[in-house]
């Protein structure tokens, strides 16, 4: 049976294609590209995917797309395509674009995201001296969902004085943040609304919070709904509520330069209700919607199709979260262990 690793974000952190198989079992290896031919493929998916056609109309993209016409031009193999296109991704104005290659169809890759087990190294959680640390390494996964539930469980029974929440080195994902957050608020908490092309289409300003609240929050739980919504709706509204079970008492949320995507939403939506301390590095500011595109022989081009705007932060996509306690990522527990003992 072949495994296949997938991380992607909903607009959620930095939306990574990882994981994919060299080649697939029982199938043979994939001809040399046409590199030309690929290129202008990749234009044609900024053309039609990218979540502002203002920024290709204004030139904003133009760096990029020379740059990626001189790579085809030179590219001697796959891995000097691949490694020359991170670089030039780099001269893009936005995150989340990467391309990987793989036989399997992107039909099959998707399918599997709603049903993701990443494995149990996704989540810690621990209770000493009356402080609770639960590290979550990724927002993706079923298991990274039942492991929150968990210890949120433990929580509850232990009772602990204060929580620590340590998302260092996290770069995003999906649904995980939902439980994440909604164990941790008393009230519904209106966190942001995602907007892509649909919107752009029509207007020139970015929705405001009225625009935002005249919609539905939007309440799927498929990774592929998300994206339906995102690409051909104006707004999608992000809502948290509250669980059955919520803890009360203070909470200091642990960040690095590596937090990312929906880890950086979760971290806006617990500040926007007024729950956390944050401690360590500014996060990474990379907060788009990303989806892959197949942009044929093999090639999967992970495209920013939503922004992101935050309720009480704006737009966080270049900007990131500046934290309440700056200090180096690895002081960080320490000084959170300290604030939550004197809480």
């Known amino acids: 049976m072949m495994k296949i690793r997938l991380f992607v974000s909903i607009g959620l952190g930095f939306a990574m294609l990882a994981g994919f198989p060299a080649r697939a079992e029982n199938q043979p290896a994939l001809p040399p590209p046409d590199f030309p031919a690929l290129a202008a493929s990749i234009r044609g998916a900024f053309d039609e995917h990218l979540f502002d056609p203002v920024l290709i109309e204004s030139g904003q993209c133009d760096a990029f797309f020379r740059r990626l016409d001189d790579i085809a031009a030179l590219a001697v193999d796959e891995n000097s395509f691949e490694r020359e296109f991170k670089t030039a991704a780099a001269l893009l104005p936005f995150s989340h674009v990467e391309l990987k290659r793989s036989p399997v169809e992107l039909a099959q890759l998707l399918t599997g995201l709603d049903q993701m087990r990443v494995g149990p190294k996704a989540v810690q959680f621990s209770i000493s001296d009356g402080i609770a640390t639960l590290r979550v390494r990724t927002m993706m996964g079923l298991d990274t969902i039942d492991a929150i539930e968990a210890a949120y469980a433990g929580i509850a029974q232990q009772e602990p004085r204060a929580l620590i929440v340590d998302l260092r080195g996290n770069s995003g994902g999906a649904f995980a943040i939902i439980p994440l957050i909604e164990h941790l608020i008393s009230t519904p908490v209106d966190a942001g609304w995602f907007f892509g092309r649909a919107w752009r289409n029509q207007h020139r300003e970015p929705p405001t919070v009225s625009d935002a609240l005249a919609v539905q929050p939007w309440t799927g739980k498929s990774l592929l709904e998300f994206w339906q919504a995102v690409t051909s709706g104006p707004v999608v509204r992000i809502q948290f509520r509250p669980r059955a079970v919520t803890y009360a008492g203070p909470v200091f949320v642990l960040i690095d330069g590596q937090s990312a995507s929906a880890t950086e939403i979760a971290i806006a939506a617990l500040k926007t209700a007024g729950r ?49 306690v700056t200090c180096p990522s690895r002081e960080a527990p320490k000084i959170a262990i300290d604030l939550a003992t004197k809480s």
């Open 276 to 324: 956390v301390t944050v401690i360590g590095e500014p996060t990474a500011g990379r907060v788009l919607s990303q989806l892959p595109q197949d942009v044929g022989q093999g090639y999967k081009l992970s495209l920013p199709v939503g922004d992101y705007i935050s309720a009480s932060l704006g737009r966080l996509e270049g900007r990131g979260i500046a934290p309440d």
